[in-house]
């Protein structure tokens, strides 16, 4: 696997996506008729985290099969530290662990690696291990806690950029993914166009909304707007 084109975000869109929130992004994709984008699972490891942008570099864990989930198994080929290799720098790693919680996927020399190559973040429906040790590789990550084992415990490493489920959602190589302190919201790569049309004029739609609540306005008619309160929107904007 090498580092393609259509794997890295232009700037611009990354400055877009930067400023909306997952929460405006699920609307946004409801209106599109897409229910099924929020990996559940993913919640950001260190408080604070800043809202990352990314194209999916996928990864797959399937359950633990005892020839083959060894220690022998992370010098193969095909095997994680392979997968973290081949990361181009900027993409966001989202890791299937079919939501396995009892073995971390990689601890903190492995993030380490992954930070030292520009990975903007680990999203993964699995855990971490030597958690203090990859909180302090300065790597984002969203997952679901921390444990000790490794993952040959409980888990087998099959793949890296094919199609996965992560946290319930169906994620494809190169799709866009953005995370912050409400989780992981996926955005087809087929619609990031609409979305980057939309999402700026959403927030600032919702912004308004926030103001006139805050001044005292009453929601009916407000949120959702009527005719009457989108054209006074649509004049002070």
Do not use: H
């Not at 194209?55 to 399937?62: D, Y």
């Not at 009453?218 to 309160?229: A, R």
């Amino acid at each position: 696997m090498i580092q393609t084109p259509e794997m890295q975000l232009d700037p611009g869109v990354v400055e877009i996506l930067s400023q909306v929130t997952t929460a405006t992004l699920t609307t946004i994709l409801l209106k599109k008729g897409l229910r099924n984008v929020w990996l559940r699972g993913p919640r950001p490891l260190r408080a604070g985290q800043s809202r990352v942008v990314g194209r999916a570099f996928t990864v797959r864990f399937v359950p633990a099969r005892e020839d083959l989930a060894t220690p022998e198994s992370w010098s193969s080929p095909i095997s994680s530290r392979a997968a973290i290799e081949a990361m181009p720098a900027g993409c966001v790693a989202v890791v299937d662990a079919m939501g396995v919680t009892d073995a971390g996927i990689f601890g903190d020399i492995l993030c380490a690696r992954m930070a030292k190559r520009g990975v903007a973040a680990l999203v993964t429906d699995g855990v971490v291990r030597d958690v203090s040790g990859v909180l302090g590789t300065g790597l984002a990550v969203w997952c679901s806690g921390a444990a000790a084992p490794p993952s040959v415990a409980g888990l087998t490493f099959v793949d890296w950029q094919q199609p996965i489920g992560c946290g319930g959602v169906a994620v494809f190589p190169g799709d866009v993914v953005v995370v912050d302190d409400d989780g992981a919201v996926l955005i087809p790569a087929a619609l990031l166009a609409d979305v980057l049309k939309l999402a700026p004029e959403q927030e600032r739609m919702e912004a308004w909304i926030m103001t006139e609540v805050l001044n005292g306005a009453v929601l009916p008619g407000l949120y959702p707007m009527n005719t009457e309160t989108k054209a006074r929107y649509e004049s002070q904007s």
